[in-house]
């Protein structure tokens, strides 16, 4: 059993076409409805709509099919633990009901404060000429500190890092200073609307009063209301790791360890509480051990995003950028492995869904694609190169798993239960 290729599809706008992800070889789409502003309800005629957008070309040679939503957004309401998130809430519920009448069974969410993703590059140049994402602390720093001039920021940093930034922010041509804050200020992908650093502070202000312990307790009452309606709907939630995996700009972040995963998952006991296994966010961190993870949290990961990021030193969590897919600090051998034996237990018990939704996720601007604007990691060659190692390593593991099998004695392959 295969992981099921797809690729993200930012719908009629993405410069990357169905036909392109098609030609890839996936036969999994990744979408959303990024048109309905959060907090609504998806209507049934909507969601019908790009299920049919995304089959319009299929035919008896290949076809594809809207696999998995990403993202059905949670509202700002649900993440501040105010009294109207209880409304928002029940448009959720209804959204995943009517998700799954028409056949969409995994939803991807996030519970990140404001922010999605966060990087102060997007256009870091590799050796080969490639381009790739990038955060460096220092950065995030200067914007912080110095553009944005966030109250009480200097808590945030050490002193040393405070000097710095103010060092690097005088040196900086306003062009830079443009950049970098239009960088941090971007919109979410798939959405053409950014951040004023106005709008952006009074977001900022609304949290002064929600920590660590708030967020976790607003989060785990959303999933103790959602989850069962989705287990009973036959819809997986799965719950997209923090990236970059730290408290940025004094907003707490819940998702970003192992720790934080089995708090969650415990926080309400069923298979439809789930996880995007999201090996770039969570690879960040040197702490988090991605096969084992794998085998501890498998029959609840329900949807796989693999890429792999670089650290510059092996313990600084902070500066680091998007490694092509196969290097960097993510182990992808041991991981593709780990996912490989976690669907053969799935079909082996019956319990799941044996073909887990994976794409590649982002991907280096590279070949034609650096003369093209695309959605910032979203380009297609790279993604496409992402995805044609990734296939060759799965099926260089499947196959070396099923030699080892044939090659056992007759007695042990005949009592697979005692291997």
Known sequence: MRMLQTMRWFGPSDPVSLMDIRQAGCTGVVTALHQIP??????????????????????????????????????EAIKKGLPERAAYIETY????????????KTICYNFMPVLDWSRTNLS??????????????????????????????????????????????AAMSPERIQELSDI???????????????????LLNDYQHIGDAE????????????????????????IHPDDPPRPLLGLPRVVSSEADLAQLMAACDVTA?????????????PDNDLPGMIQRFGHRIHFIHLRATKRDQPDEV???????????????????KAIVLEQQRRAKSGIGEPSIPMRPDHG????????????????????????????????????????QVTALPPLLIQQPDEL
């Open 124 to 169: 870091y140049e590799m050796p080969d000429g490639s381009r790739a994402l990038r955060f460096v602390l220092q950065d995030f720093a200067v914007f912080d500190l110095c553009i944005l001039k966030r109250p009480g920021a200097e808590a945030d940093y050490t002193p040393a890092l405070v000097q710095s930034a103010w060092d690097a922010f």
């Open 215 to 238: 967020l976790r307790t607003n989060l785990y009452h959303f999933i103790r209301e959602v989850a069962p309606v989705a287990q009973e709907a036959g819809v997986n939630l799965c």
């Open 273 to 285: 509480n789930g996880i995007t296994f999201c090996t770039g966010s969570l690879g960040i961190r």
């Open 93 to 104: 519920k209804q959204s995943i009901r009517n998700l799954a009448s028409c056949g969409i």
């Open 318 to 336: 902070w500066n680091f950028h998007e490694a092509d897919h196969l290097e960097g600090d993510v182990d992808m051998y041991a991981v593709v």
């Open 364 to 403: 280096h601007q590279m070949l034609d694609d650096l003369h093209k604007k695309t959605y910032p990691g979203y380009s297609a060659i790279g993604r496409l190169r992402g995805l044609a190692e990734l296939r060759g390593l799965e099926l260089g593991i499947v196959r070396s798993l099923a030699e």
């Open 38 to 75: 959060v907090g609504d309800v998806w209507p049934v005629a909507a969601i019908q709509e790009r299920i049919q957008l995304v089959e319009a070309q299929n035919d008896r040679y290949s076809s594809l099919h809207w696999a998995v939503v990403e993202s059905l957004p949670v509202h």
């Open 184 to 202: 941090v200020l971007l919109g979410l992908p798939g959405s053409e609307e950014a951040f004023t650093l106005e709008t952006f502070q009074d």
